[in-house]
């Protein structure tokens, strides 16, 4: 069964989802990852998917999709990890899931413009800047905007 309720799990999503994945248990992957970005939780009131990264049977890394907005084909993503956890394996199951399962017309993620790894690695990844809200981050940094729509996955 599949990880999402309402979607059906196929050959397709066995194939792109790589074992070290963790996808039947969004609840142990949303507290891991609210327990290192704070304020999170109050972002999953409405719903969300989890998708963890477990390396030696433990949780290293973990990304929620939250603030659905079916009418609007949107979606933000947040993730938290601790060392090389954004792998390409990861981030193509990661667009899987946001394009061809959730149906998505876009993805958003929101970090700390101070944050210069996550800035790389989203680059890297496929998502674009965006746009900077000053002083949004923590009331001293600026937040960097990052966005993906289907078109700069598939070309």
């Known amino acids: 069964t599949s ?3 309402g979607v059906t799990c196929n050959m397709r999503w066995a194939m792109r989802c790589k074992p070290e994945l963790v996808l ?3 609840r142990e992957v949303a507290d891991w990852v609210c327990a290192r970005i704070p304020g999170m939780e109050a972002c999953l009131a ?3 998917v989890g998708v963890g990264i477990e390396r030696r049977g433990k949780l290293v890394g973990g990304f929620l999709f939250h603030e659905m907005q079916e009418d ?3 979606v933000m993503l947040s ?3 601790t ?3 954004l792998i390409p394996e990861v981030i193509d199951c990661l667009k899987y899931i946001a394009f061809d399962v959730m149906c998505c017309a876009h993805v958003s993620t929101r970090n ?3 944050n210069h790894r996550a800035h790389k690695a989203l680059l890297r990844a496929g998502f674009r800047l965006e746009g900077v809200q000053r002083r949004a981050w923590d009331g001293v940094h600026d937040a960097h905007i990052y966005g993906m729509n289907p078109e700069d996955v598939r070309g």
């Open 79 to 81: 993730g938290a990890g």
């Open 3 to 5: 990880p999402i309720p």
């Open 24 to 26: 039947n248990r969004p």
């Open 46 to 48: 409405r719903g969300f």
């Open 112 to 114: 700390s413009a101070e």
């Open 83 to 85: 060392g090389a956890f």
């Open 72 to 74: 609007r084909g949107s």
